[in-house]
Structure formats: C-alpha cells, structure tokens
C-alpha cells in the first residue's frame, strides 16, 4: 500500500554532511518509491488524494533515516557467533567455520533456523541490505534465500565456490564441479523470485570464491566468465590476515590481489573484504577497476595484525563501504561497525601526528553513516538514490525514536534534559544516536516501502 509520513527526514547528502529535513511530507507510492516529499507549510493540508492512506505522524524527537547496508556477513557462521575469536584466522576457519557451514549443509531444519533468526536480527537492527557468504551447499543457500525474500529484506547470496579445502569433507571436488554448481545456485536463485515484478525481487545470486587458500586459479578463471555470462555481482576475501598472506606467498609465489587480478575477478561489480594489507598503487588499481572494499573493523582487530587504510582507500577514490563480518566480528549490529572504523581512524591518526604526518586519518562519525548507507548501496549496485529520500529512490528506511513520547525521557541508553517538543532536531542529538543508540531506538523498518517491522503507529 501506498504510505505518507509527516515529520523529520535526516540523510547523508554528502560523505561530510548530514541534512536535517524538519517537518516534511514523504509520500511512497504502492511499488515503494519515493514519489514526493516537501515541507509542511505554515499548517497547510498536505497534497492528499481519494484513496490515500492516512498520513503515519512521527512524535517529537523521532526520524526516518535510511537503511543501513552490511557488506560483509556470514549468514551460516551466525550460528556461533561470539566464539572462538582467541584463535588465529586460519585455525578459527578450520575449527568453527567449515565445521559450521558444513553442520548446516547436512541439516535443512536447523539452517532455516538460523538464516530466519538471522534476518529478523538484521531487521531489529536496521539493516535493510546484506551481502552475504552462504555455504558450499545448493539447498542450503536457497534456503538463505527464501528466508530473506519472506522476511522482506534485501539479501546478496554467494554459494561459496571452493575446490581445495582443509576439511576433506567440505569441499567440492573439481573446478568444473565448483563452477557447474555456482551456475545452477545462479539459475535456481533467479528463479525464486522471477514470478514477482522486478522491483520486488529482493534476493540476487553472488558468485563468491571463498578466498585464494580455497580455490584454483582453473576455478577462479572460470568463475571470472561466469560472472560477465550471468550478469552477477562478485565478492571474496583480499588481503585480510598475516597467516593467509603468507600462506598464499608460499603456496603461490603472488600475493591474492595479483592472483584475483590475473584471473579477472578484479571487476566493476566486486566487493572484496577486508584489504587491510593493500598498498596505496593496489588501492588505485581497485578504483580504476571500480571495486569495491567492505571495511570490517571488528573482525580486523582480531584477525587481521594491520588496520585498514580507510582515509588513504576513500582518498584514493575508492567505494568503501562497511561490513559486520559476522562471525569473525561478534556484533550484527551496524552501528557498532561504524563505532568501531572511526575508533580505528582516531588511533591512527593519533600514530600518525606523533610521527609528524600532518594529513589526517580520521574517518568521523558523519562520514561512517555514509558509509553505512549510501557507500553500501552502490556496492551493491542499488542506483545513485539509494539510500537517500529523494523523488524516485526506493524507500528503505528505518524510524528512529530519541526520547518516549509519552515519559519524555530519553529511549533505551539515551539520556537527554532538555526535550521541549516543540525544539528540533539537532546534530548534537543525531550524534548522541549514533554514539549510544541501540535497536530499542528503532520502532519501524521499511524495504521497497514494506513494513517489516510492523510496531509503528498511525495517527
């Protein structure tokens, strides 16, 4: 159905600027775009027609903002996170990760278990858009699928591809096995939502070779092909921890950027994780080649001895997006992601002015929730409006509360003592949001402009 909204309407206009629309009218029409929006003038009735819903009036102190996109997330690995991070990247795979994909890939009851309590995490959380790594297993990643697709949010589903394993029993066997799968997950994947119009279409397939220590150049290669026959986005792991750097330099003689890139998965429609070992000239080149990095800062301080070069990536003109990681990090909530790359900016640029380096590092607050929407949306290809309110931009959008409307205090572990209400929004409260807000600030959730949260109420 057709929704009118009367309130604030706060957005990333830039990476460095946040707007603050007081007061606004935002229609979405029936197939969820945004088809209007402009200020509530002196008390004047807003442009209503016969047929039209009523209009849904946010309290004071409470905003729609966009939904956040996670561009880096483990769908399976969700069943254990929060474990084993004392290990190294490696041992961690082989001891948690490959034996929890493989788990699910032998048990369909528990995967849908998981991958319907994941997606109603992501949604308490305000994640309205994942890129996701599934399992080995065809059945399995099309559960992950319909999952999402029931649950109304976005979801980008990479059956992993990976012909060399250190579990015998986790792997596919060849190639061409490998390839032959990823191409039928593709077709099956499409097919799952072909019978709705493509605007409701919210689940797409990814090919997703694990990473370099799992798969064959034969395999990569022909993934590479796949990825321009099929028309499908492409993403992996790149340069993430110091024990798989240096076991590819051993197994290979190349680093895994020189690997993706000799094999043609170095392309406009991939987002590589991590990339926290890439120098400046390797960071160009993904810009020139219109790549894509998921910043995951959680994950890289356990896994990873090198912090990521946000400052120096997004500089370089490269689309930076962020990533929870889940379950190398511990937190699906994208809110700490975005806590956590600006913590890491801050200390690195505090090394750095002690080493006289005048250029700063820092990667602030305003510029994390940019990255966290509208940086995520065009990795993920989702068109230049995205993740902004504008005529013509799909309406995925999150409301925010600040203070209860009825106690007047602040909501969840926000404190405020000054809340007249008839006073604005300001920078100041949307700051004090993202340092200490939570999911029970979060009272609406909407994708393709569906309720999928349905606790907000109509006046």
Not at 149 to 169: E, N, T
Not at 315 to 333: E, F, K, P, R, W
Request: charged share 25%; proline share 5%; glycine share 8%.
């Amino acid at each position: 159905m057709a929704l009118i909204f009367r309130g604030t309407l706060v957005q990333c206009i830039t990476s460095r600027s946040i707007e603050i629309l007081e007061d606004h009218i935002l229609r979405v029409n029936e197939d969820g775009f945004i088809s209007d929006i402009y200020p509530y003038a002196g008390g004047e009735s807003p442009k209503y027609f016969p047929g039209d819903p009523e209009i849904i009036q946010m309290p004071p102190f409470t905003f729609l903002f966009p939904g956040f996109c996670d561009l880096h997330l483990h769908a399976a690995q969700f069943l254990y996170m929060g474990s084993g991070l004392h290990l190294p990247l490696m041992r961690w795979l082989d001891e948690y990760a490959y034996k929890a994909e493989e788990r699910l890939d032998k048990d369909p009851a528990l995967a849908r278990a998981v991958y319907c309590r994941l997606a109603q995490r992501l949604i308490e959380n305000g994640t309205t858009s994942t890129l996701l790594f599934g399992t080995i297993g065809e059945e399995t990643n099309l559960i992950l699928a319909k999952a999402f697709q029931d649950a109304g949010i976005r979801g980008f589903v990479g059956k992993l591809s990976m012909d060399i394993s250190s579990r015998p029993s986790y792997t596919e066997h060849s190639a061409a096995e490998s390839v032959a799968a990823a191409k039928g997950f593709i077709k099956k994947c499409k097919a799952l939502v072909a019978p709705l119009p493509a605007y409701r279409r919210l689940v797409h397939p990814v090919i997703t070779p694990r990473f370099v220590p799992t798969c064959s150049e034969p395999l990569l290669k022909d993934l590479a092909v796949l990825a321009s026959e099929e028309g499908v986005r492409v993403q992996s792991h790149l340069a993430e921890a110091r024990d798989m750097i240096d076991y590819v330099s051993k197994e290979y003689g190349v680093s895994d950027f020189e690997i993706f890139k000799r094999t043609g998965l170095l392309r406009d429609n991939a987002v590589y994780a991590h990339c926290t070992y890439l120098t400046d000239p390797q960071m160009s080149e993904l810009s020139r080649r219109k790549v894509s990095i998921a910043n995951c800062p959680l994950s890289n301080c356990y896994f990873s001895s090198e912090p990521f070069r946000g400052r120096e990536a997004i500089d370089l003109g490269v689309n930076v997006a962020l990533g929870t990681d889940v379950a190398g990090g511990y937190s699906i909530d994208m809110m700490n992601s975005m806590r956590h790359a600006v913590t890491v900016s801050k200390i690195r640029d505090g090394q750095a002015a002690e080493e006289d380096d005048s250029k700063s590092l820092v990667v602030d607050w305003i510029e994390s929730l940019y990255l966290a929407t509208r940086g995520g949306a065009a990795a993920l290809g989702l068109g230049d409006l995205h993740g902004t309110f504008t005529v013509g931009a799909a309406f995925d959008a999150q409301m925010v509360q600040l203070v209860d409307p009825e106690s007047h205090f602040g909501k969840g572990a926000l404190d405020f003592f000054d809340t007249n209400p008839s006073k604005a929004i300001t920078l100041e409260h949307i700051e004090k949001w993202w340092c200490m807000g939570d999911d029970k600030n979060r009272i609406g959730l909407w994708v393709q402009g569906r309720n999928v949260w349905p606790q907000v109420t109509k006046t």
